[in-house]
């Protein structure tokens, strides 16, 4: 058995990873960490955890959290998260952290993007981006994974057969992705508030939002090329789930059939990508950590769908496939449901 | 043209109120308040009247308000709105008051239920309930009307007319109501996320509700008799509209049609109550000023349903329909949309 | 391995029970029927199995399925249910049935609520009503189980610790309850279409709701007494869950500890009841095959809230964990996630 | 007084026509058709009318209308409209036809699209667009509008000061655009059923969508060239509203400021279009009949949002806005609310 801790495990994301970790096989949950006040048992936090889990919400420090775990899932915000992953790794634990705070190997994009000095510039080095679909080999071998953003994986699975056979154009991709509410978090603000997303839809972060630099930093790694899109996301009221839209600009001449064949090719043998010919929903694919996607033309417009559930695909449910690669497991332990 | 101020513009009855105004021939909205930072307009705490009313929310005190306006609705939270009502009946304006400071006759009910203590007391007794489907005589000559509240109107109106005919016993009724999530108001807590109420049905403050004792006062009165009700609120997602399913106990034999009879005769000629066969939904009323209602037999039980706009029937729509009423306006003015 | 048809998969209680059977350790799936031409892959008629399940949905007789299954689970409506299913028992399966066919003892109830002579009244005799938390020894031995409906389930499991202790009168029980529009099942119909059903709330079928005489019937069984219930469904714009506020009269005191004290004594060892202090919501067992219940005093009106998914325990994850019990699988198999 | 009357009174389109029409101080309604079975009173076909209109729904052939209505609304089906309007012009009565019958200006397009041969080819000469912010001189002196259809509305607005100036191409737009569920209609069907359409997200119609021709026909009109647009649609877990994401390519440098000042000249004056600095939201119009319009820059690309709602801006309120216009009532009568 793996002890892991969640840290920040009062969030959407967190409550996920702990439904998938109490079914994984080979893993006992041994500590959450949340700055609730009096340690409060997990299911006042998460009702839904009740009689599920007998383990209280603590306000606990790095050194505490490696006595008692291997394992760590970091599901703490950006800038908290790079502040104590560094004594979570000296002190000998294994970090998923599924902040921002290690994704982009810049730290001068960082700064700009989200407006913080990095702090631990160094490993941004050794720091391993997570996305077991684009190569699982340095994943199984990392001490500390960059779990992807979940507008990011959508985009970059969607888009990373076209552009590394260089059917695509690496510029002027057009990415309009809509999300459930879930991916906003659990802090209470006034434009998550039901009456305000409920029977609506809203665009957000034109130009502005973050996972924009992510998505060119891992596309143009899979390219080779200096890759630019212009991703707009929007708010859906649903609770989980991306969709998004993709319409890239051929290089040459393709057929629909042609480019669901090198999506097919692409992706053989990976366990959570469907290549559908139908055009998928958010629904087919919600509460589980399946990738969906297929592709239309529209005259010569390629036009791409591609659908995940937020929360895990997009979340935990990708965490967990790293940490099963990190530890050996099979990759889908404790995923298929 | 009555020169009307609208207090507490920053929350969604307000915005309401708003709308009806816009609309009323006979009115101009002269004044906004809110406590919000260096006075927006009003068009950026409430988007959707973008390019429809050049005024600021601004944060006036009573004097100012008397200055600009003859009539005042005050959707102020309650204790904020006894701290002001005094000095605007002072400074010459009539108010209409959508918190529930002036609905309890009995300062000891109030404290009791609301945690505070009763500043203007004196004015209980003579603030004029606001339910115009039971009386309109001393609203039309009121300086103060107290507007009911949303659970409150729809239980009201739903029993009134079995319990004046004595019809019903006046205790063991049970009154299990339904909410959209706008009746909870516009500050951010986390029960009021979407991604919490959202694909969610909960029931909450049973026994503890404000609404319970003012829904037994007013049916008291309607009586004679002491009532009591048990009274269950629940929470819908969905934006708007509640419904109301109540059963009370036959003090004697009565087919469906006789008490269908009883309504239809209780509110004849009333513009804004529709007795109906058929079963009312809450979209059917949402948006507008009616209250729907039927009632069917199970066995000997009769089961009341009754529907109406949390945001409009049971708050700013009663609102302009007394306003009317104190102005000597038709009683539907500005609410028939 | 046990080989298990499903019959009418294309429903929404078929989906949901295809998913549990996939995760199941010892179960293979060997057929799915419906009526659907041309015998489509099941992805077809549920995108989101695809990639899980390489079964077409086939018309098959009953005489078809007992070749390829052991065990069936019978998805059908009710009437056509009883039309195949003593073929199926004939044919030497054991059958789940999810209809109503089977569960109400007496034909002439059967006739006046479902419109329908029964035509396998025999059976009635032999056929066991699967409610595991009432008793697990008749169903561990049945060829045929009659699966409970799902208010039914939720106002059951809620009422049967205080009237079997009896601590509430029999009769004059009111049970308003709100379910989810997956309820209503997958036929187009107008009033299931998303813009009638969303943003709205109703009431419906008030005193011809055939699980009210399901639900009197079993808790009669439980009290040894005749029990009469006022049954009232409402239709929330949700996809999935129920919540019942049930308002039964005290025979003598009882504090809301007291109660509480009896719902866990009764449920001990249950492991799919949680009974809880807070309230709890739909949202806490969506997805989920747990049912939750908890208990409130309003003055000496005992208000009980309890929730469970009416896809799940309130039909597959019932089902399953009847299938469990008869062919000596732990009861939680496959339904813990 | 002007007598109209409705035909086609059972969708969601008319019944939002018919609540506009009763506020319309210069009409009065005289006459509803549809085929339902034995006339019922138009209440029972929406019951939210209950009260408020006393007129059956009856099946009334051209004839009938003519004799009792100055002014139809035809609300049909394509293909039912054009069998239809031949003898409605013929009767004397002026028509607003809010089918795509009389849309598209050439009958081998209609065919292409639409799948059926086009039956009255000769009027499609003499129909007049009824898009009334691109020039209401042609829509005051008509005798048979065709109403825009909502998504195709939404895009034109949207785009057509940028390409009047010819600051953008006019062939590479893409058009992403998203629609609450009542847009399909009120035909029972699956994929609109409340449990397929809740909780997702999907895209549809791609390259196949008959808004694509119509958007494309009417803005070559105002360019002068020749337009290309890939069109595609998108349904959202709501009811009503439609937000487009627009990516046009433009053909020289403009800031952001330099594009919304060229909306705001381009509309001034125009009393439903409101340019904006902020991002509008589906929820701001909702229930008016205003379009909502900003436009943002992600780094070359300009990024359009626009939003109206569909039953109104996008179907019954531009009608009545022709109608207003084609018997010289002020454009917003009746449309302001």
Known sequence: MVRVAVLGASGYAALELIKILLRHPHVEITALTSRQDGSPPIH????????????????????????????????LPHVASMAVVPDL???GTRVVD????????????YEK??????????????????????????????????????????????LAPLIAR????????????????SGAGRAPKLNTLFSECNESFSAYGIGTHRH????????????????????????????????ATIYPRLTG??????????????????????????????KDSAFTN?????VRMNRQQPVIVACLDNLIKGAAGVAVQNFNLMYGFPETTGLLV
């Not at 290690?102 to 001068?108: E, G, S, T, V």
């Not at 631990?120 to 994943?139: M, S």
């Not at 979940?150 to 985009?155: A, K």
């Open 44 to 75: 006042q936090v998460h009702p839904s955890l009740y009689g599920r889990l007998k383990l209280n919400c603590e306000d606990l420090n790095a050194k505490q959290v490696c006595e008692r775990a291997d394992a760590v899932f970091c599901a």
């Open 98 to 109: 599924l902040s921002a705070d290690y994704r982009l190997r810049d730290p001068a994009v």
């Open 212 to 243: 924009q630099p992510e998505i060119e930093q891992i596309l143009g790694d899979v390219s080779g090329q200096n890759v630019e899109v212009t991703f707009t996301p929007h708010l859906v009221p649903m609770d989980r789930g991306i969709l």
């Open 89 to 91: 790794l000296a002190g």
């Open 113 to 158: 993007w989200y407006g913080h000095v990095h702090t631990d510039v160094e490993r941004l080095k050794t720091a391993v981006y997570g996305l077991p679909e684009l190569g699982t080999e340095r994943i199984a071998t990392a001490n500390l994974i960059a779990n992807p953003g979940c507008y990011t994986s959508t985009s970059i699975l969607a």
């Open 253 to 282: 001449q393709a057929t629909q059939g042609d480019l669901l064949a090198i999506y097919r090719e692409f992706y053989a043998g990976k366990p959570f990508v469907r290549v559908c010919d139908h055009l998928p929903t958010t």
């Open 290 to 294: 399946y990738f969906d996607v297929t």
């Open 166 to 181: 260089g059917l695509i154009e690496p510029t002027g991709i057009v990415v309009d992705a809509k999300s459930g509410v």
